[in-house]
């Protein structure tokens, strides 16, 4: 009994003494609750009144390039366009054009530049326009996001394989509290088998050689004994040497990790224009970035005397030339060659832009797919879909091309390396076949380094 008491005693003491100190934890705890700020995530911080207009964008190669516009409230101004997400802000170079507070914006006028999709963080940023409002004496910034009011939707990059590794970009349209978001989310992912880095196109087929000429000693020209090539002389075709440089071309590009398609591996293969991993799909089947075809010239004379030589690069329209220079550079250097002294079509020294002329339009099958703002070259055409303005929608005997409509698309580049009837030029593309593509790939290297 005794014991007893003396128990109750101490409850009555320290029953009490814990009542108090939970009483104290909570109110604590209750006091911590109540008093955050809860942080306010990026997406919080935009203005949901405003936002800008997407009304166009495209990838071509490794850029993408987007226009809009927005009209910014009274007392802003300044817009930016921005990747950001709060922590990071990538500041994307924009042209803008102001009409009052009324604004439309582009981030480039060449197809090849924007954003560099290679560069960018492993983090979720979204597309939006940072402006100053101006109040008083006070700058406050503020974040506006865009809608999607352009003909495209959700799509994806795979970066360029480096060390093995490869960052996926979706790009995400969404709301947040009603408000429209395009989410830009990279993240490093495993390289799906079906995508590529660069895509390598050897000029012809089996069924095609491309140009031929025959090299022979002036002392065995002998007309009555011609069989393709006179007896005692060389036969060179273009498929041949287009494929060696390729070969040479891939096997360099591969050892430094890049993943290349190829359309074909051989001689006697025969390479489809428009079937699937055809001459003009393999490129975008394969979602590479950039796509080279490789071919080789010849003036028509034949014997090996003619006076056209040296390297012709042809490019796509509108697009800035840092590649296209490296490439010249680098080849000429490496291959101990020149640029080409043909005038026509050049834009640069060595670098070639060839359009389609009224004459050939009128000449033409279906001359409502052509125009005298289209490259002439349907690897070039077709392969950069909308940047390059294609039409096939399977308008001629051909099928139709899927990509021709595509606003994400490989970069190409159609080189025509020398020519095969310059005795100069010919033993070099025999003898240098580590030159061309060794400049080849480190132009590529160079661009890519440089590239902001
Ligand atoms: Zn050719």
Same mark, same amino acid.
């Given at each position: 009994?005794?014991?007893?008491?003396?128990?109750?005693?101490?409850?009555?003491?320290?029953?009490?003494?814990?009542?108090?100190?939970?009483?104290?934890?909570?109110?604590?705890?209750? &006091?911590?609750?109540?008093?955050?700020?809860?942080?306010?995530?990026?997406?919080?911080?935009?203005?949901?009144?405003?936002?800008?207009?997407?009304?166009?964008?495209?990838?071509?190669?490794?850029?993408?390039?987007?226009?809009?516009?927005?009209?910014?409230?009274?007392?802003?101004?300044?817009?930016?366009?921005?990747?950001?997400?709060?922590?990071?802000?990538?500041?994307?170079?924009?042209?803008?054009? +102001?009409?009052?507070?009324?604004?439309?914006?582009?981030?480039?006028?060449?197809?090849?530049?924007?954003?560099?999709?290679?560069?960018?963080? +492993?983090?979720?940023?979204?597309?939006?326009?940072?402006?100053?409002?101006?109040?008083?004496?006070?700058?406050?910034?503020?974040?506006?996001?865009?809608?999607?009011?352009?003909?495209?939707?959700?799509?994806?990059?795979?970066?360029?394989?480096?060390?093995?590794?490869?960052?996926?970009?979706?790009?995400?349209?969404?709301?947040?509290?009603?408000?429209?978001?395009?989410?830009?989310?990279?993240?490093?992912?495993?390289?799906?088998?079906?995508?590529?880095?660069?895509?390598?196109?050897?000029?012809?087929?089996?069924?095609?050689?491309?140009?031929?000429?025959?090299?022979?000693?002036?002392?065995?020209?002998?007309?009555?004994?011609?069989?393709?090539?006179?007896?005692?002389?060389?036969?060179?075709?273009?498929?041949?040497?287009?494929?060696?440089?390729?070969?040479?071309?891939?096997?360099?590009?591969?050892?430094?990790?890049?993943?290349?398609?190829?359309?074909?591996?051989?001689?006697?293969?025969?390479?489809?224009?428009?079937?699937?991993?055809?001459?003009?799909?393999?490129?975008?089947?394969?979602?590479?970035?950039?796509?080279?075809?490789?071919?080789?010239?010849?003036?028509?004379?034949?014997?090996?005397?003619?006076?056209?030589?040296?390297?012709?690069?042809?490019?796509?329209?509108?697009?800035?030339?840092? &590649?296209?220079?490296?490439?010249?550079?680098?080849?000429?250097?490496?291959?101990?060659?020149?640029?080409?002294?043909?005038? +026509?079509?050049?834009?640069?020294?060595?670098?070639? +832009?060839?359009?389609?002329?009224?004459?050939?339009?009128?000449?033409?099958?279906?001359?409502?797919?052509?125009?005298?703002?289209?490259?002439?070259?349907?690897?070039?055409?077709?392969?950069?879909?909308?940047?390059?303005?294609?039409?096939?929608?399977?308008?001629?005997?051909?099928?139709?091309?899927?990509?021709?409509?595509?606003?994400?698309?490989?970069?190409?580049?159609?080189?025509?390396?020398?020519?095969?009837?310059?005795?100069?030029?010919?033993?070099?593309?025999?003898?240098?076949?580590?030159?061309?593509?060794?400049?080849?790939?480190?132009?590529?290297?160079?661009?890519?380094?440089?590239?902001?």
């Amino acid at each position: 009994m005794k014991k007893r008491r003396k128990m109750k005693k101490e409850l009555k003491i320290i029953l009490p003494l814990l009542i108090t100190l939970a009483l104290i934890i909570i109110a604590f705890i209750g &006091f911590k609750l109540l008093n955050k700020e809860p942080e306010k995530t990026f997406l919080e911080k935009i203005e949901m009144e405003t936002y800008a207009h997407i009304t166009n964008y495209a990838i071509y190669g490794i850029h993408m390039n987007i226009e809009g516009n927005i009209t910014l409230p009274e007392n802003t101004e300044n817009p930016k366009l921005m990747l950001a997400n709060g922590q990071t802000e990538i500041e994307i170079p924009c042209i803008l054009n +102001q009409n009052g507070n009324e604004y439309t914006f582009n981030t480039s006028n060449f197809i090849n530049e924007g954003i560099n999709l290679e560069n960018l963080p +492993q983090e979720e940023l979204y597309l939006v326009i940072k402006a100053e409002e101006k109040e008083e004496n006070k700058i406050i910034e503020k974040y506006y996001s865009v809608e999607n009011h352009s003909k495209y939707n959700n799509m994806e990059y795979y970066t360029l394989t480096k060390e093995n590794k490869n960052n996926k970009i979706d790009m995400e349209w969404n709301t947040y509290e009603e408000c429209p978001t395009w989410r830009f989310n990279i993240k490093e992912v495993k390289l799906p088998s079906t995508v590529y880095d660069i895509t390598i196109d050897p000029g012809h087929d089996g069924t095609d050689p491309g140009k031929v000429i025959c090299l022979l000693p002036n002392e065995i020209y002998d007309p009555s004994n011609y069989d393709g090539c006179y007896k005692g002389g060389i036969k060179i075709e273009e498929r041949e040497v287009n494929l060696n440089i390729s070969l040479a071309l891939k096997e360099k590009l591969e050892n430094l990790g890049y993943k290349v398609a190829i359309t074909r591996e051989d001689n006697e293969s025969r390479v489809e224009i428009y079937e699937p991993m055809g001459s003009a799909t393999m490129a975008n089947d394969t979602h590479s970035k950039f796509s080279f075809a490789i071919h080789n010239n010849s003036s028509g004379i034949e014997g090996g005397d003619a006076e056209s030589k040296g390297i012709e690069l042809y490019v796509a329209n509108d697009t800035n030339f840092d &590649f296209a220079q490296n490439l010249i550079k680098e080849i000429t250097e490496k291959a101990n060659t020149t640029t080409s002294n043909k005038n +026509q079509h050049r834009v640069e020294n060595g670098i070639y +832009q060839r359009f389609f002329t009224q004459e050939e339009i009128d000449q033409d099958d279906y001359p409502e797919t052509k125009s005298t703002n289209l490259i002439y070259y349907y690897y070039i055409r077709e392969v950069g879909g909308v940047s390059t303005h294609a039409i096939n929608n399977g308008y001629s005997e051909y099928r139709k091309n899927d990509h021709y409509n595509s606003n994400n698309t490989a970069e190409p580049y159609l080189f025509e390396l020398g020519y095969i009837d310059n005795l100069v030029d010919v033993n070099n593309l025999k003898n240098n076949i580590d030159g061309y593509a060794e400049g080849i790939v480190s132009a590529l290297q160079n661009y890519l380094a440089n590239e902001k």
